[in-house]
């Protein structure tokens, strides 16, 4: 078995936990760190969230560092509509018993790239794109040397912040257009695919059926999340975003992709933040961009289940 090895830069986060887990989890993934930034809640929120994600499933030997507070030149903006004022309400969060790395989050990333031979580390964004574009001009270098950027964020047809940005996108729309600019493999699992992701019954009672401390975390997580989407967006069902950038490296045929030129919109008065999907003609050869399409609902949700169930069997 071939493993990914990922860094997982987040917001913690309903979705982006779960990705945390997802990530642990799975086998065919090698977590080497998890960066936070700050996005679905302040940094130092979200921070702690991903401690206390990491202290539940046991993730004693993976470097986690708290990055940028701020998006680069835009206030700060957070979402306690959806994910409450811890940023991880619903359930009880634990003391963490996980120590966080004194390395500021931009120098884990660069450090983790620059220690590694080239080609090797997937970079997993699930919130603003800040850390990954301050490292990316921080050291020019690891943009040649990353395998490929896999984020959550953005939408070739849907918005959700706006009419037409998503959130992770439009918070920092002048980070997102430098990672989308520079010259590396880049997959946007947006809302077109990610809004497929959703937690229904069939999946919760899934979750149910393996029973343990991550499974009853989990489900939590899920009760808060179905009730608040609810009410801020109307959904009966939540979409559960961020893990679906881990399905993709897990299993590419669970997450259908399409070459296609991507940008990000930075001036548009109803527009601000959209990323551009260019479908007039067929994507040109070197088209170093894709956007994610089609999920494979039950097998996704499967790798989630999986992933819950090998950590509270092997004690992780």
């Not at 983790?112 to 800040?130: K, N, Q, Y």
Request: aromatic share 4%; proline share 9%; net charge negative.
């Amino acid at each position: 078995m071939q493993q990914r090895k990922v860094l997982l830069d987040c917001d913690p986060g309903h979705d982006d936990a779960i990705a945390m887990i997802l990530a642990w989890g799975d086998p065919r993934i090698d977590l080497v760190g998890v960066t936070t930034v700050g996005g679905n809640q302040t940094l130092d929120k979200v921070t702690r969230n991903a401690l206390a994600v990491a202290t539940v499933v046991g993730m004693h030997d993976v470097p986690i560092a708290a990055g940028c507070p701020r998006p680069l030149v835009r206030p700060t903006r957070i979402a306690p509509e959806c994910h409450g004022e811890s940023g991880l309400d619903g359930v009880d969060l634990p003391e963490p018993v996980v120590r966080l790395d004194p390395r500021h989050g931009v120098d884990l990333i660069i450090d983790t790239v620059m220690a590694h031979e080239p080609d090797t580390i997937t970079l997993v964004p699930t919130g603003p794109l800040t850390n990954i574009a301050m490292a990316a001009r921080k050291e020019p270098r690891i943009v040649e040397r990353v395998r490929e950027v896999v984020l959550m964020g953005g939408g070739c047809h849907v918005g959700n912040l706006s009419a037409a940005a998503e959130y992770n996108i439009a918070v920092d729309p002048e980070a997102a257009h430098i990672v989308f600019s520079e010259d590396w493999p880049l997959v946007m699992v947006g809302l077109d695919l990610t809004h497929q992701a959703l937690a229904t019954d069939d999946v919760v009672s899934r979750i149910a059926a393996v029973p343990g401390p991550v499974s009853d975390f989990v489900l939590g997580l899920l009760a808060f999340f179905r009730e608040s989407h609810r009410i801020a967006q109307g959904f009966d069902v939540p979409p559960v975003h961020d893990p679906c950038t881990l399905a993709y490296l897990i299993d590419p045929t669970i997450v259908e992709t399409v070459p296609v030129p991507l940008s990000v919109e930075l001036t548009g008065t109803h527009t601000l933040g959209m990323t551009v999907a260019d479908f007039r003609s067929p994507a040109p050869p070197d088209c170093r961009t894709r956007a994610a399409t089609r999920l494979d609902h039950h097998r996704f949700w499967g790798l989630v289940v999986d992933a819950i169930d090998r950590i509270q069997k092997e004690g992780r």
